[in-house]
């Protein structure tokens, strides 16, 4: 059975160049000490890491480079997992090419339809005289349909700004060379056909990552400060409007393990020991992260192109005019007693609710999109306001921030100052640190 191993330790190991102490992994993940801890234990134990203990009982891990190849090799769930993930990526491609199939579908079942009705009301008006008016009708209507129709397909053939193929650079080259202008249109991730599941249904919550990134923002300022802190120095990257500072900071003791220490003025500030510990060089102050506050990314609309939207929905409005068109003949499509006309009139409900909520559904969510809006920039505005508070501090603030800094430390593991470790026999290291010993004791003699 394949272990539960937390993805994020595994993610940040990679990033921390394999060595790792767990203030490191937790404040480059963001993940509870407790959790960190647990899941840096499992995968030393699956994949041969090894532990290095200095003298003041503070550990840092070290893993090989290819332990990702070892789980692998070791668990065939693993690999099961990948695979799946995978297959699941094809899936849901096809799933959102899938309405866009269903769109160009529509169109041409209903359009067809139309024309098969008037050559069939053409055809009876040629043996009845008396259909004239009736007939004379019809053309109208399919001749206004036909411009429409065909007006719209043509957007199909300016196929490079509607983005057909952009998953495909062997198609794109074996394209003709387009003799126009470049254009200056802003390139899409998207081709077309998922460009309309975008305008449909978006292209997710691009705040999906939101607690994470909090999380990991908070855990590199604590880093960052020496491990000792204010609660006003957090604050921008919490939710915490109204509440007071060291109220709100409590969910951060909870996660990264703080202690609070009293000055002797009455103020507080948040010592983490566990984040005062690496195995990787301190980095200054200027390396921090360039965000002095946590910023919920607005809601975008589609990530398709401008051009792309508006083709989808032109693209819908036909097929909605064709349904409303077809339901205006419904009667008559039935009464011709044409196998596919009569089809058409049995699926004419879902056509129908496709080319309506095809228009409705972004139009719907455009309207919630925005709303969502204004409560992210209100928040984003919170957490700035606090962040430039913080940047130019009160009196009582910098009194904090100062008593805070007598507590910041950062203590450095070097794996050459390791006490013991697991890499080697235990008798061996005992005699490696028999011969420092008597060196030391011969260096004091002799000064």
Do not use: C
């Not at 994020?8 to 767990?22: F, I």
């Not at 899941?39 to 203990?53: F, I, M, P």
């Not at 009455?266 to 910023?295: H, K």
């Not at 009194?399 to 950062?410: G, V």
Request: no cysteine.
């Amino acid at each position: 059975m394949a272990p539960e191993l937390e993805p994020k330790v595994m993610q940040a190991v990679e990033a921390l160049g394999y060595r790792a102490t767990v203030g490191d992994v937790a404040a480059q993940s963001g993940l509870r000490i407790a959790d960190t801890e647990r899941g840096l234990l499992a995968l030393a134990s699956e994949v041969g890491g090894h532990l290095q203990v200095a003298d003041t009982g503070d550990i840092a891990y070290e893993f090989p480079r290819n332990f990702r190849s070892i789980l692998f090799n070791k668990y065939w769930q693993l690999r099961f997992q990948q695979g799946f993930a995978k297959l699941w990526n094809v899936v849901f491609y096809l799933i959102r090419i899938g309405f866009g199939l269903a769109l160009i579908a529509s169109i041409g079942i209903l359009a067809i339809a139309l024309l098969i009705a008037a050559f069939a009301a053409m055809a009876a008006s040629s043996n009845d005289d008396n259909d004239n008016g009736s007939s004379s009708n019809l053309d109208g209507l399919f001749r206004g349909l036909g411009d429409l129709l065909g007006g719209s397909l043509r957007l199909f053939y300016y196929a490079d700004w509607i983005g057909w193929g952009n998953y495909d650079s062997g198609a794109r080259s074996a394209r003709p060379k387009s003799k126009r202008a470049p254009s200056k249109r802003t390139p899409s991730e998207l081709n077309f056909l998922e460009a309309v599941f975008s305008f449909l249904f978006g292209d997710g919550n691009p705040n999906a990552d939101l607690e994470d990134r909090r999380w990991q923002a908070i855990g590199q300022v604590i880093r960052h400060q020496g491990g000792a802190i204010a609660a006003e120095q957090v604050l921008p990257f919490l939710d915490a409007s109204g509440a007071e500072a060291d109220d709100a900071i409590l969910p951060v003791l909870t996660r990264f393990q703080g202690q609070p220490q009293v000055s002797p003025s009455g103020d507080l500030v948040y010592q983490f020991p566990e984040l005062q510990v690496s195995a990787t060089p301190t980095r200054s102050q200027t390396d921090q992260n360039s965000s002095v506050f946590l910023q919920e990314r607005p809601w975008r609309f589609s990530k398709a192109t401008s051009g792309q939207l508006w083709a989808a929905g032109l693209l819908g409005l036909v097929n909605a005019g064709l349904a409303v068109a077809v339901g205006l003949m419904l009667p008559d499509l039935s009464a011709t007693g044409m196998g596919f006309l009569v089809f058409v009139s049995q699926i004419y409900p879902l056509l129908l609710v496709y080319g309506l909520g095809f228009l409705a559904i972004p139009l719907v969510r455009w309207q919630v999109l925005k709303w969502r809006d204004r409560g992210v920039n209100h928040r984003n505005q919170q957490r700035q306001a606090l962040g430039q508070a913080l940047a130019a501090p009160t009196a009582s603030l910098r009194t904090k921030l100062a008593y805070a800094q007598q507590f910041a430390t950062q203590n450095q593991l070097k794996p050459e100052n390791a006490a013991y470790t697991t890499e080697t026999d235990l008798i061996e290291q005992e005699i490696e640190q028999q011969d420092q010993l008597d060196a030391e004791w011969q260096r004091r003699l002799t000064s």
